[in-house]
């Protein structure tokens, strides 16, 4: 894949690229909506604690693909209210930090909504992943 940004628009605004490429032919497989809720079913108390569990709930998904972070051509993340949206941009840069160290990244949009499935949910992502073949290598 490859994330580029054209110069005849403006320069993403926040940690997302305007346009990926995908090579020929890949596997599509897509994320359901990831929230803040850990294997034994509790659930993370804060934005910044449900993004982080959210985006590790992506990673665990991603290792039974045996793909990786590269291989995400787009996130869609939906945070409850706009107050805590900096705490959600925290969380995500510390991801992806490790994700995308290179400063190459996925599409990525937020959108801001009143709430979602669950009174205590406040985040949820959910992914686009393009993943060649069985048994390639991980970018």
Known sequence: MKPWNPTSVPAPIGKYSHLIEVDSAPRWIFISGQVGVRTDGSVAD???????????????????????????????????????????????????????????????????????ARPEIVVEIE??????????ARP
């Open 127 to 136: 992914g686009w992943v393009a993943v060649p073949a069985i048994g390639t």
């Open 46 to 116: 804060t934005m910044h604690t449900q993004t982080l569990q959210a985006f590790a709930n992506i990673d665990a998904l991603l290792d039974e693909m045996n793909a990786g972070p590269g291989h995400i051509v787009r996130l869609l993340t939906f945070a409850v209210g706009v107050d805590d949206v900096p705490d959600f941009y925290r969380a995500r840069d510390e991801v992806y930090a490790r994700w995308f160290p290179d400063g190459l990244y996925c599409g990525h949009s937020l959108a801001v909504v009143a709430a979602l």
